[in-house]
């Protein structure tokens, strides 16, 4: 399995977890904080890391793969 092979779920958890990110550090309560972390922990645990030959290396690719596109103009 290439490391950069991700599938949809993965991708959709780590849109989730930049999220929950971002939710937690517009209204730090703890509330915010656990659903981070429930991300987090889900995002860790993902099967797909079983199979990376460099967790790291992949971990780094989906992060990018899955950031928000922030260089786009906002819808007029």
Do not use: C, I
């Not at 967790?55 to 992060?63: F, G, I, N």
């Amino acid at each position: 399995m290439s490391d950069t092979d991700f599938p949809a779920d993965l991708l959709e958890l780590q849109r989730r977890w930049y999220t929950a990110e971002a939710d937690w550090a517009a209204d730090p309560t703890e509330e915010k904080r656990a659903a981070f972390a429930a991300v987090g922990a889900e995002l860790y645990s993902h099967p797909h890391w079983g199979g990376a030959e460099n967790r790291h290396k992949a971990e780094m690719k989906l992060k990018q793969a899955a950031r928000p596109d922030t260089s786009r103009e906002p819808a007029a």
